[in-house]
């Protein structure tokens, strides 16, 4: 079972529409969890971290199930500008380091 | 200020030359870390430096070289390419606080002839 493991996608919605994202995780001792975006060809960018409450930033919402290992992110009226990889990933500690899962491309079409 | 900087933008070097990737951040972070990516993937973990030192290196090749000579500066040197290494190198930077967000910087786009 690979590590973080995502909606092998791609996705390809309408402006307006709302799409969801799912993400799992092997490793039941991870501590931290976030969405990173990325633009092709630039960098990752840290979109949100994920908290076990649940935590919202305007039309994004992302959910942490510890218990199932599952992680989720929620795009409510989808822009064009949302287009982009999205990337689920996991801080495990032990090592300090980040683990990447394979990405979901999103593109949103007018 | 969250920013990570890497230089060059883009590098072209042939198999025989020697060549750096410079990386630099001045939040304070005790940690760096180069990723390679090829395109269509996730970034790959290469070295880790914790406070200086290294801590992981991931079965890398010895043609990388990474080097940290202070605590806002990370190297990585570069000798003997294969076309295959050609990729983006991503350096980032992690802190204690802010729940182990890691920072990228805008990476290098390196191609190898």
């Known amino acids: 079972r690979k590590e973080v493991e995502q909606d092998p996608g791609p996705f390809n919605v309408p402006e307006g529409a709302t799409v969801a994202f799912n993400c799992t995780y092997s490793?039941?001792?991870?501590?931290?969890f976030f969405w990173y975006r990325q633009d092709c060809r630039k960098e990752p960018k840290l979109l949100m971290s994920v908290y076990s409450s649940g935590n919202e930033d305007g039309r994004f919402t992302a959910q942490l199930n510890r218990a199932s290992q599952y992680i989720s992110l929620l795009i409510r009226d989808s822009k064009l500008s949302d287009s982009a990889t999205y990337l689920c990933v996991v801080f495990q500690g032990s090592q300090g380091n980040l683990i990447f899962g394979k990405g979901t491309k999103l593109s949103v079409k007018p | 200020d969250t920013e990570v900087t890497q230089t060059p933008k883009h590098l072209v070097m042939g198999m025989t030359n020697k060549k750096s990737l410079k990386c630099e951040q001045h939040?304070?972070?005790?940690?760096m870390y180069w990723y390679k990516q090829k395109a269509k993937k996730p970034p790959e973990l290469m070295f880790v430096y914790s406070y200086e030192k290294l801590s992981i290196n991931e079965s890398v090749p010895s043609r990388f070289s990474p080097e940290c000579p202070n605590s806002s500066l990370l190297n990585l040197h570069l000798h003997a390419l294969q076309p295959e290494d050609s990729a983006l190198y991503l350096c980032?930077?992690?802190?204690?606080?802010?729940?182990?967000?890691?920072?990228f910087g805008a990476g290098t786009r390196l191609s190898v002839l």
């Open positions: 980032a930077s992690r802190g204690q606080e802010k729940f182990n967000i890691q920072y």
């Open positions: 490793n039941s001792a991870s501590q931290s």
């Open positions: 939040m304070g972070h005790r940690a």
